[in-house]
């Protein structure tokens, strides 16, 4: 099973189908196989007119179900409870969510089908109560099914926009050779400080640079989590060969990082962001070079 499946495991002890009765479906199956292109058109035609549906999608969402009409009679009733039905069932979640749906007009499509198939059980005299209960919870596990997996993707989403708003929070920027700069702005907390130290170190290693300038002119607040997280920064750098400097430290940074007993160490700050170049400029060399050129 592949990561992030959910298993068939989860949902048996609250199903706990017998064989017994899921071979009524099966046997049920094959006595109604004969009016399965009916019970597909019908089907595609209360998709055409039912007004979850716009005209934008009824028919991408008929030729999902038309790709695939052979496979999806037989998910249905072969009544294979297993992790197959499961993946089965999540990954036609997926593919109507990807095409554009609501959760709602995913439910709607997916069981209308189950409909027109209990309406051909009756019409067949099949329909004990035995074979009604048993078609009915496997129903009502398919809706589950959806329902986890419509919760897996959205927490997905969720996931993925926060790791790209933690990159865009974090645009380490190579200003000169050798020099970089990560301006902060806003609240820092243990999770951000936690992916700006890794993007940090991960840009330091891939350019090799000398000098480091974090600028928290843009930051209001550092707690002792994210002052520590600033000095651990700064302490990797330095075994890294890189040299950190701190800049835009406003009065209540200062002062708190003093309340705090934070040990700068290695830490050269600076109070705005001119001053912070002059000094990564001297340590590479640059503002000697920049004066001669001057002279001459």
Known sequence: MKKGEISYSRYAPMYMFTEERLEL??????????????IF???????????TFSEQYNEIVIERFAQDQEGLWQHILEAKMDDEFVRYR???????????????????AIFALHEFIEL???????????LLQTFKR?????ALIAIDTFNQEINQQLADQNEMLMQLSTPVTPIWED???????GIVDSIRAQTIMSAVLQEIAERQAKVFILDISGVAIVDTAV??????????AWLMGCKTILSGISPAIAQTLVELGVDTGRLSTRSNMQ?????????????????RKQKG
């Open 25 to 38: 479906i099966r046997q049920a199956g094959r006595e109604i196989a004969e009016a399965k292109e009916e």
């Open 227 to 236: 002052a520590n997280y600033f000095i651990r920064v700064s302490k990797a």
């Open 179 to 185: 020099i970089l700069l990560l301006p902060i702005v």
């Open 120 to 130: 051909k059980f009756m019409e067949y005299n099949l329909a004990s109560l035995d």
């Open 275 to 291: 001053d912070a170049l002059e000094r990564a400029f001297s340590w590479t060399g640059r503002a000697v070079l920049e004066k």
């Open 90 to 108: 999540s990954q036609l979640v997926r593919d109507l969510l990807q095409i554009g749906l609501a959760f709602e007009a995913c439910f709607t």
């Open 41 to 51: 058109e019908l089907f595609y035609d209360s998709l055409r007119l039912h007004p």
């Open 138 to 142: 496997i129903c009502s596990l398919g």
